[in-house]
């Protein structure tokens, strides 16, 4: 099946409370990481056993290939230090780890970004030529070969052919997370991703 990223919108201040916690930061971001794990998945759950999900959107195996188009940056082997400048960083990759072990590994690991860190992120994907950058950096694609970049799909899908550029994979995931963006900084919402 390979890597995914999951992304949540939520409330600000619902997080807010969940990261208050009278024990100190760690064990707020210990709250917050355990409710969004328990997080209601059928209506009839008690939402105030968990932290509410405003929107959720995945993405294809395309995650570390938007990082790469977006950043103009490989990702490491040492997923702990994101790579490229922000707010570019922050679609993918950046944001404060939600980590049960107090680790920073960015992969399988929830990571949270603030309102503030949104907003900036959907400034920078609106001002982006999607189809100019993908012009300029499909050569640096595919020179990196970022995760399943040859190999979105099950063969005799429409997005089998090709690799990410050519079968459109990449411009259909670039255009989600866009638009999942701009609601959340439209709500003024945090966002929590995970790739996994």
């Not at 970004?113 to 595919?142: G, K, M, S, W």
């Amino acid at each position: 099946m390979g890597f995914w990223m999951w992304l949540t919108r939520h409330d600000q201040e619902q997080v807010l409370a969940l990261l208050d916690h009278p024990d100190g930061v760690r064990a707020g971001r210990d709250r917050l990481l355990q409710a969004w794990w328990d997080m209601p998945d059928e209506p009839e759950q008690d939402p105030s056993a968990a932290l509410q999900v405003l929107e959720e959107v995945w993405t294809a195996r395309t995650w570390d290939a938007l990082h790469v188009l977006l950043t103009g940056c490989e990702n490491t082997d040492d997923d702990m230090v994101p790579t490229g400048e922000a707010p570019a960083r922050d679609v993918v990759m950046g944001g404060l780890v939600l980590s049960p072990d107090g680790g920073a590994a960015r992969l399988k690991t929830p990571l949270l970004l603030t309102p503030d860190e949104v907003r900036a992120v959907h400034a920078h994907l609106q001002a982006v030529d999607r189809d100019a950058l993908i012009r300029e950096r499909h050569p640096l694609l595919r020179e990196v070969g970022p995760y399943s970049f040859g190999t979105t799909a099950e063969p005799g899908r429409p997005d089998a052919e090709g690799d990410m550029v050519q079968n459109g994979s990449l411009a259909r995931d670039f255009d989600l997370l866009r638009d999942f963006y701009a609601r959340a900084a439209a709500g003024g919402d945090t966002v929590i991703k995970n790739i996994m």
